[in-house]
Every structure is written in C-alpha cells, then in structure tokens.
C-alpha cells in the first residue's frame, strides 16, 4: 500500500513538500523518475520510463498503490492515464493533455464561447506565417513551462529571428504564435476531488522587463468573486477539477482572459510559500485528495488575514555565482521572513531572460502590505550576490 510519484528532476516541492507529507500521513512513497542518478542518495526513487504510462503501471502494480500523482508539467497525462488504469483517483488525462498544449487549450476555451485569443501554431521546420495583424505577439513553444523560449515580437522580422533561434536549441518543438494579452499578471490556485473545487487565492506577479517574461516578484492578491466566476467557467471548459491547478490570466475590461493553466501546484517554491500563508498541510492535501477523500475533509481557510510579498534575486549576467547568502530565517515587526538559495555557489550558469536566472527567493509574511514590504526591504538590503564572469 504505497504512494508513487512521477518526477524529472529533485524539486523542492517534492523533497520538501510531498515526501515529508507522506511521511507525515504514515504512508511509504517512491519516486519514480527516468533520472535516478540525479537525486539525493537518500530520496526513496526508483527508475522508470516515466513519459510511458505502461512502464508506469508496471512499475507500480506489484504493490498495490493507493495513490498516483505528479507535480510534473511534462508528466501530468502520463500520470493521469496510469492512474486510470490503475482504478485510482487522479486527473482527466484529456483535460491534462489540454491544459499542455497551449494551442489546443485555446480552441476548447474559444468552442466554449468564453473568449479568443488569436493563435497560429508553427510546426517543426514550417516558416512562420503570421498575419501582421497578430501583432505584437508572443511566439514560445507550444508544450513549454517556466517562460522558456517565450518572447514578446513586435514584426515578423522579430518573430522569424526568435523562430530559428528557439529551432537552433529545439529544432522538434512546435511553437505557438499568439497575440499578446496585454494587463497586470495574475494567478488562481485551485484544489479539487473531482466533483467540487476550491480557491486557494491567488498572486499579483510583476515581470520584468520584456521581450522575456521572467516573474519577478509576487504580492498576494485573491481574486474578486466576478473573476473567480469566470476562471471556473474557463477551467470546466478544459475539465479541470481534480488535485491542484495553477493558472495565470489577466483582467481586460472585466473580463477574464488566460495565459496559461498549469496543472500542478504553483512552482518555484511558491507552493511551499502558499502553505506557509495558508497555514495548513497543503502537500498532504494533495495526496489525500489523490487517496479519494473529498475536498470537505480538507480544513481549508475560507480566507486570510495576512498579506505576503515573494521576490526572486535574478542573475544579471553570465557567469559564475562567487558568494550568496545561505539558508536565512527571521523575524522583524511581526513579519517571517525568508531566505532560499536557488542556485549553489561555484556554479557557472548562463543568463536566459527566463525563470531559470534565479539566485534565491526571498519572502515575507505579516500582518498588511505596508509592513511586510518595509521589513522584505530592509531584509534584502542586507544580502548580497556576487557573479563574476
């Protein structure tokens, strides 16, 4: 009777999120992962073909699994299949396949009747033919996360010089090339069993500067019951409704029009910030949800008295990351304040316009804005990166 988990990479949300909540709840985990070699020599993983749901079924049916989940963006439908056919709870593969593809996404939202957003997909070695009235646009690929390869173009002199340059690191990936939705960025973060879903509140994310779409600090900012509203409509229509969502969207003129659904916790150690807020054992959620419980056995807050700021330190430039604060936790005028180092000291890296630049994340929680801004100020004024070329 054990839990499994599909994983690339060692994230935190599954080495400080995940494993310890099974630990918590008593259950035994492994994580299954294609790249064994590159996790603690401590973490319970054991080697799959994870893309295969077949492989993942093999693996995990000698022990009778009482649940199947993934935090993966890459590993949703395959997940979701495997649970299928394991006769566990878990997510729509169909919706999970739609809340991927970018594209497709888009034509269930416009059948829908609910909004569209100008789209043109390019396939692998196809020019990019766009008319000039999708412009400015945003060409990134098509199955992509973490604002990789994605750029603002503003001609289709722009635009072709983006495509070959994205093709020259990914020459298979279809790309998509989408009108720009201009607005302030926002997220919603949603649990559900199923059958109900629940907000979780959302954040307020400002970028930095384009043509890149590096996320750079985060206030938290739920959304108004109108646009709650229209983000359930939005998410039934992709048939998301099981375990965690993240979407990001912007408001135009009242209404509500999406960037992206990502179906997973909310990344870059966000979702270990949004427990902390919370206040509850939100990873726990997650798998009990995946154990078939329903979200009312879940203690969840119906709203929160405290404000929260996450900023992420961003490389400047290419090169070697010299010295970096560690590990830091404190407290200052009733504010917790954190720091987490993203990226280990020695480590040479190249600058990419893309989340893959953070240093660390830095974040506070205290009683309104004005105070945790001025104590988040005060407490990265006394931190310090050093990159040399």
Request: aromatic share 4%.
């Amino acid at each position: 009777m054990r839990l499994y988990i599909t994983a690339l990479n060692p994230t935190d949300a599954v080495l400080e999120g995940f494993l310890p909540a099974a630990a918590s709840l008593g259950m035994p985990v492994t994580v299954l992962t294609d790249r064994p070699g590159e996790w603690p020599a401590d973490a319970p993983v054991a080697r799959c073909a994870i893309r295969d749901a077949a492989a993942v079924v093999a693996a995990t049916a000698p022990d009778r699994p009482v649940a199947l989940l993934s935090n993966s963006d890459h590993l949703q439908e395959v997940t979701a299949t495997a649970a299928r056919k394991l006769g566990l709870p878990g997510k729509d593969p169909d919706a999970a396949r739609l809340c991927k593809d970018k594209a497709a996404a888009r034509r269930a939202i416009e059948a829908a009747g609910l909004d569209l957003v100008r789209s043109v997909t390019i396939n692998p070695g196809a020019p990019p033919a766009v008319s000039g009235e999708m412009f400015p646009a945003v060409v990134k690929p098509r199955e992509g996360v973490a604002s990789e390869d994605a750029y603002l173009v503003t001609d289709h002199g722009e635009l072709a010089a983006r495509v070959t340059e994205i093709r020259g690191r990914r020459p298979d990936v279809a790309l998509v090339v989408e009108e720009y939705l201009a607005g302030e960025l926002r997220t919603h973060d949603t649990l559900g069993d199923g059958t109900a879903l629940a907000d979780l509140g959302g954040w307020r994310t400002h970028l930095g500067p384009p043509p890149t779409f590096t996320e750079e600090s985060l206030d938290w900012s739920p959304p108004a019951e109108p646009t709650s509203t229209q983000l359930r409509a939005r998410l039934d229509a992709l048939g998301v409704g099981f375990g965690a969502c993240h979407t990001e969207y912007v408001v135009q003129d009242g209404r509500v029009r999406l960037i992206e659904v990502n179906y997973r916790l909310i990344g870059d150690r966000m979702d270990l910030i949004l427990a902390e807020l919370l206040g509850v054992p939100l990873f726990e959620y997650v798998i009990r949800l995946h154990l078939g419980e329903p979200l009312t056995a879940l203690d969840l807050p119906a709203s929160v008295d405290r404000y929260a700021r996450v900023e992420y330190v961003c490389a400047d430039q290419t090169g070697r990351l010299a010295a970096a604060p560690g590990r830091l936790d404190t407290t200052h005028d009733n504010v917790r304040l954190s720091c987490r180092p993203l990226r280990e000291v020695g480590r040479t890296a190249a600058r990419t316009g893309t989340n893959r630049d953070y240093l660390a994340v830095l974040h506070a929680i205290g009683p309104d804005q004005d105070t945790v801004r001025r104590s988040l100020a005060a407490f990265r004024r006394d931190l310090q990166w050093t990159i040399v070329e």
